[in-house]
């Protein structure tokens, strides 16, 4: 037990009652004032904590905001990573509100994803002012509000910002043993189009080319992609196909989820993807990748970054261990790039954009102690 930890336990409530405000804000990614409101509190918040505050104004999301703490002092930045968009619709609240059972555990729409490492972020810095311990470095919090959605909006200010840091914090969910997470897999959706020709099923069906056809040839082609044991896996997910009974379909589209460990299974999907050539001559295929992150890999950094990590919670008198996910997150962005990066730093808990989502009380103090801990202690 260190004194770091024995401070922030003793003030477990007030992170509770900090977890319950940020969850009082329904903030549902496509309702762009409502994630203002919070987008709102989290600025005066930055400001109050003397941090240097850039907006990044956005159309369709929530604006994100960019706050520094020590903008010119000598090193690269750690930057956290926290989004303040959840996948609750407005009125989840008033269907369940957020209530603490008797083992301490907080439920509430957003609890775990993210508004829990949001918490302790936010009381990593504050506490470490609080006792003035805030080291003279650069730190970087970089509040996003779409990651629900893909980060379609966000991606590139998270790769301009990540660029410059020297260690990305992502605050998403530990497992629910309280685990770091120092893999995740790459995903992207490929959608494919299969275009045709129509033709009459009873009069001239040989005149047609036939684009279900030519789907169920391509589909078999991906699923033979599978590797499972080595965690790559082609899923056809999607497919709509055809117009009326009697019509020989002209076009069919189909959606293809992807999933791979490494960075170079990665590339070698992409590389059949985009050498996809149709099997009935005449037809025409288009390939298009969606909503992809590459992996963030196991690999030789992360192991580094992460022993780091584990050497320096542990001399806090903290339990530090890693897993992995088969999900993206903006994690996957920046490890990709090949800044060092840790994630699954956000409260234990589970249920993530489940009925029974919940944030662990017990590990808000252990969290923002590791936070802290790597601020102080971190080097480069
Ligand atoms: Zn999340």
């Given at each position: 037990?260190?004194?770091?930890?024995?401070?922030?336990?003793?003030?477990?409530?007030?992170?509770?009652?900090?977890?319950?405000?940020l969850?009082?804000y329904?903030t549902p990614t496509l309702d762009k004032p409502a994630v203002e409101a919070l987008g709102g509190f989290m600025e005066?918040e930055f400001?109050?904590?003397?941090a240097?505050v850039t907006r990044y104004p956005q159309e369709k999301v929530g604006d994100f905001l960019l706050a520094k703490?020590?903008?010119?002092?000598?090193?690269?930045p750690?930057m956290f990573l926290i989004h303040i968009d959840t996948v609750?619709?407005?009125?989840?609240?008033?269907?369940?509100?957020?209530?603490?059972?008797?083992?301490?555990?907080?439920?509430?729409?957003g609890?775990?994803d993210m508004k829990g490492g949001i918490t302790?972020t936010m009381?990593?810095?504050?506490?470490?002012?609080?006792?003035?311990?805030?080291?003279?470095?650069?730190?970087w919090v970089l509040m996003t509000s779409d990651e629900e959605v893909g980060s379609i909006y966000s991606e590139p200010v998270i790769k301009e910002a990540a660029a410059q840091a020297?260690?990305v914090l992502v605050m998403e969910p530990?497992?629910?043993?309280?685990?770091?997470?120092?893999?995740r897999?790459?995903?992207?959706?490929?959608?494919?189009?299969?275009?045709?020709?129509?033709?009459?099923?009873?009069?001239?069906?040989?005149?047609?080319?036939?684009?279900?056809?030519?789907?169920?040839?391509?589909?078999?082609?991906?699923?033979?992609?599978?590797?499972?044991?080595?965690?790559?896996?082609?899923?056809?997910?999607?497919?709509?196909?055809?117009?009326?009974?009697?019509?020989?379909?002209?076009?069919?589209?189909?959606?293809?989820?992807?999933?791979?460990?490494?960075?170079?299974?990665?590339?070698?999907?992409?590389?059949?993807?985009?050498?996809?050539?149709?099997?009935?001559?005449?037809?025409?295929?288009?390939?298009?990748?969606?909503h992809a992150r590459?992996?963030m890999?196991?690999?030789?950094?992360?192991?580094?970054?992460?022993?780091?990590?584990?050497?320096?919670?542990?001399?806090?008198?903290?339990?530090?261990?890693?897993?992995?996910?088969?999900g993206g997150s903006d994690g996957n962005f920046t490890a990709h790039m090949?800044i060092?990066t840790?994630d699954?730093l956000g409260?234990?808990?589970?249920?993530l954009?489940?009925?029974?989502?919940?944030?662990?009380?017990?590990?808000?103090?252990?969290?923002?102690?590791?936070?802290?801990?790597?601020?102080?202690?971190?080097?480069?």
């Amino acid at each position: 037990m260190s004194e770091l930890l024995t401070f922030f336990q003793s003030h477990q409530q007030a992170m509770t009652d900090y977890l319950t405000k940020l969850v009082s804000y329904e903030t549902p990614t496509l309702d762009k004032p409502a994630v203002e409101a919070l987008g709102g509190f989290m600025e005066s918040e930055f400001k109050q904590m003397g941090a240097a505050v850039t907006r990044y104004p956005q159309e369709k999301v929530g604006d994100f905001l960019l706050a520094k703490w020590n903008a010119d002092a000598p090193g690269k930045p750690i930057m956290f990573l926290i989004h303040i968009d959840t996948v609750w619709p407005i009125g989840t609240l008033a269907e369940r509100p957020t209530r603490i059972d008797a083992d301490g555990k907080l439920f509430g729409p957003g609890a775990i994803d993210m508004k829990g490492g949001i918490t302790v972020t936010m009381w990593a810095i504050k506490g470490l002012i609080e006792r003035g311990e805030l080291p003279n470095r650069p730190i970087w919090v970089l509040m996003t509000s779409d990651e629900e959605v893909g980060s379609i909006y966000s991606e590139p200010v998270i790769k301009e910002a990540a660029a410059q840091a020297g260690l990305v914090l992502v605050m998403e969910p530990a497992t629910k043993e309280e685990a770091l997470k120092t893999w995740r897999k790459g995903v992207g959706t490929y959608h494919l189009d299969i275009h045709g020709r129509p033709s009459h099923a009873g009069n001239a069906p040989e005149q047609g080319l036939n684009s279900v056809i030519e789907f169920a040839q391509q589909a078999l082609k991906l699923h033979a992609l599978n590797d499972y044991k080595n965690g790559t896996s082609v899923s056809v997910t999607v497919v709509k196909g055809g117009t009326v009974f009697n019509v020989i379909p002209e076009f069919t589209s189909a959606q293809v989820d992807v999933r791979t460990m490494t960075a170079r299974a990665w590339g070698d999907i992409q590389q059949v993807m985009e050498n996809l050539t149709p099997f009935i001559p005449g037809i025409k295929l288009e390939v298009s990748l969606h909503h992809a992150r590459g992996p963030m890999e196991h690999n030789d950094l992360m192991k580094a970054t992460y022993a780091q990590c584990k050497q320096i919670g542990e001399s806090y008198g903290l339990t530090i261990r890693e897993d992995g996910s088969g999900g993206g997150s903006d994690g996957n962005f920046t490890a990709h790039m090949g800044i060092p990066t840790l994630d699954g730093l956000g409260p234990q808990g589970d249920g993530l954009h489940a009925l029974h989502e919940h944030v662990v009380l017990a590990s808000l103090p252990r969290r923002a102690t590791l936070l802290a801990a790597l601020l102080k202690d971190w080097k480069f």
